[in-house]
């Protein structure tokens, strides 16, 4: 019954390391997001995506690129690591008439 | 820009006690989320409103929509502790899945 996965639950990386979450969904949702969930700061859009090789900025989008080359998968990309990047990254899929939005499990990264 | 405000922002109560979660948003929208999350873990969808007036109910949760009042309302019925967790509304704006407004989330925590 799995929705939206997340290609890793933990990771740890150095800083300076360029870093790839990826996200997939098996509903063929056209829309995809990338949110960050901080203590006390709640989730913030990072990038979403509406269509294939399509992307919009969020709220915080700096320090991040997005890449989406099949409708099924979006990718995070951190060009640089650095620790204040350290945080729990949630991707989620909305089908376009938002009737239903589905979340990923969830990856907690530490940037050491 | 879209608002969503939810209170209590935390609320401690007693097993058996019954308890309302508000969540208000700014502008129109004909649709609503509401999540929990566990410590550490991702977001769950509890429920998907999609019209005014929707009541949907699973266990002891129901949830509520009045769109003209730009109002939803989660319900705790007789709380157990495993309803111990965080609870999310989350908005899109009419006619846009490209949008989800979070609100900060409602720190619930169930006593014995």
């Known amino acids: 019954d799995v929705k939206v996965t997340q290609s890793s639950r933990y990771l740890v990386k150095r800083t300076g390391e360029k870093v790839f979450l990826e996200c997939v969904q098996d509903?063929?949702?056209?829309?995809m997001f990338w949110y960050r969930q901080d203590p006390g700061l709640g989730l913030r859009l990072i990038y979403f995506?509406?269509?294939?090789?399509?992307?919009e900025k969020g709220d915080i989008p700096e320090g991040y690129s997005v890449s989406r080359e099949k409708k099924e998968r979006f990718s995070l990309i951190l060009e640089s690591a650095s620790t204040n990047q350290t945080s729990m990254y949630l991707c989620?899929?909305?089908?376009?008439?938002?009737?239903?939005?589905?979340f990923g499990q969830g990856t907690r990264l530490t940037v050491v | 820009e879209l608002k969503v405000e939810q209170n209590p922002l935390f609320l401690s109560m007693q097993e058996g006690k019954n308890y309302t979660i508000y969540c208000n948003y700014s502008?129109?929208?004909?649709?609503l989320y509401w999540y929990r999350q566990d410590p550490g873990k991702s977001l769950e969808s509890l429920f998907v409103l999609l019209s005014n007036g929707a009541v949907k109910q699973e266990g002891r949760l129901m949830a509520s929509l009045d769109t003209k009042a730009r109002l939803s309302t989660l319900h705790i019925t007789a709380a157990v502790h495993d309803l111990s967790a965080t609870y999310f509304c989350a908005v899109p704006p009419t006619g846009s899945a490209r949008q989800l407004t979070f609100g900060s989330g409602t720190q619930l925590t169930v006593l014995p």
């Open positions: 989620a899929a909305i089908e376009e008439a938002a009737t239903e939005a589905f």
């Open positions: 502008t129109t929208s004909d649709r």
């Open positions: 995506s509406y269509d294939v090789k399509m992307k």
């Open positions: 509903m063929d949702h056209e829309n």
